[in-house]
């Protein structure tokens, strides 16, 4: 092919191909996808952190504190404590100092975690059961100061509860669980938030303190803190404070941690811990000493081999090779054997041997099936041994 044909080919293809994406590209049509994934590892971990945030913006200083060990203890009494955390693990004293630290001016914000018992005389909530509060399922036990406005209101929001403030002309609107109702028993709470048919808020002063107490916390979550107002209530509960939250009590221990870290490591170490105890426990006998070579006779290898086929073929295929060989040498030495009745087979044998019929019919006899002793097993090889060697 010359090459002025090869130029217009190449120039010919390559026109056809930028035809071909020109055609391509006026048929594409752009779009936008949002890939989602899920929430960053930091928002996992930390339920509150949308929470934590809007209280920095607000310019509150906000600390954490891990676990009730340490509960109150070192904390400024100027300061607003939100215990979110699971409260099962708190001993009576703990509790004892965490009231002593809001006597001394300090606000403690709670969850309420146990319902009333009616037959026990208490919820085995400590807080609560030490401030007299008490907690229902939601139309067993509900609070007589709900309002005829809070039951009118109650048609338009009626899944709402609603705070009521001085010099406010609308409520707050909160979405707290309405499956649950605090009852303030002692009648000291100056300040509460009903829905529709609970109260789900309840304030009440102590020492020179405050607390306020909540039948859940989840609104300050990171998924819900946005919606109605409950960013404005966090607001409200830790104004000119510093804030302190407590949400995780509960730490893995030793064992989980290395679970969650360290499998590959573990599982290596559970090898190497089986490993060492199947070795240790194999029985090993003692060892015993090579024998000398100038101390190896016949016998000791005739009795070795003795020893070895009784170990390994027993007793019956014993008997029965000694009876077979003298059958053997008994037809060499009489023709027409093997064709006699065992009677007369024994007759012969006593004879061509010169030894007793009754010895050779005992000897003769069909091999024992069960092992027998070790001195019956002797005399009878010793009988076939003695017809053997003499035929």
């Not at 019956?316 to 040498?329: C, N, V």
């Amino acid at each position: 092919m010359s090459r002025p044909r090869r130029l217009f080919l190449l120039a010919a293809g390559g026109l056809l191909l930028g035809l071909l994406l020109l055609f391509a590209l006026s048929k594409a049509t752009p779009y936008e996808e949002t890939i989602e994934h899920g929430p960053a590892p930091e928002v996992r971990s930390n339920p509150y952190l949308a929470a934590e945030r809007f209280l920095i913006d607000q310019g509150r200083a906000v600390d954490h504190a891990d676990g009730l060990g340490g509960l109150a203890e070192s904390k400024n009494n100027q300061q607003v404590l939100l215990l979110l955390g699971e409260r099962s693990t708190m001993t009576p004293g703990q509790a004892e100092r965490l009231l002593h630290w809001v006597d001394q001016g300090g606000h403690l914000v709670f969850v309420a975690e146990r319902i009333w018992d009616e037959k026990n005389g208490s919820s085995g909530d400590l807080l609560l059961d030490a401030l007299n509060l008490q907690q229902h399922e939601a139309g067993e036990n509900l609070d007589d100061s709900l309002t005829a406005d809070a039951a009118a209101n109650a048609e338009k929001r009626p899944a709402l509860t609603r705070l009521y403030l001085e010099n406010e002309d609308a409520p707050a609107y909160l979405a707290f669980d309405t499956n649950y109702h605090l009852y303030d028993a002692g009648g000291r709470a100056h300040a509460w938030a009903n829905s529709a048919s609970a109260t789900h808020m309840l304030q009440l002063r102590r020492g020179s303190g405050l607390i306020t107490a909540l039948t859940d916390s989840w609104i300050w979550q990171n998924d819900a803190i946005a919606q109605y107002d409950h960013a404005w209530l966090l607001w409200y509960l830790t104004q000119d404070r510093d804030v302190t939250l407590i949400y995780r009590t509960e730490h893995d221990d030793l064992l989980q941690r290395l679970l969650r870290y360290f499998p590959e490591a573990l599982a290596a170490l559970l090898l190497m811990l089986l490993a060492t105890l199947w070795h240790v426990a194999q029985r090993q006998g003692p060892l015993e000493a090579p024998a000398e070579r100038n101390r190896r006779r016949l016998q000791e290898h005739l009795r070795g081999t003795a020893d070895f086929l009784h170990r390994r073929v027993g007793q019956h295929r014993l008997i029965s090779s000694l009876q077979d060989d003298i059958l053997r040498q008994a037809q060499r030495r009489h023709p027409g054997f093997e064709i006699l009745e065992h009677a007369e087979q024994c007759q012969v044998l006593a004879r061509v041997s010169g030894t007793g019929a009754d010895a050779v019919t005992q000897a003769m006899l069909p091999p024992f099936k069960n092992p027998v002793s070790a001195a019956e097993f002797t005399r009878q090889v010793a009988r076939l041994q003695s017809i053997r060697n003499r035929l």
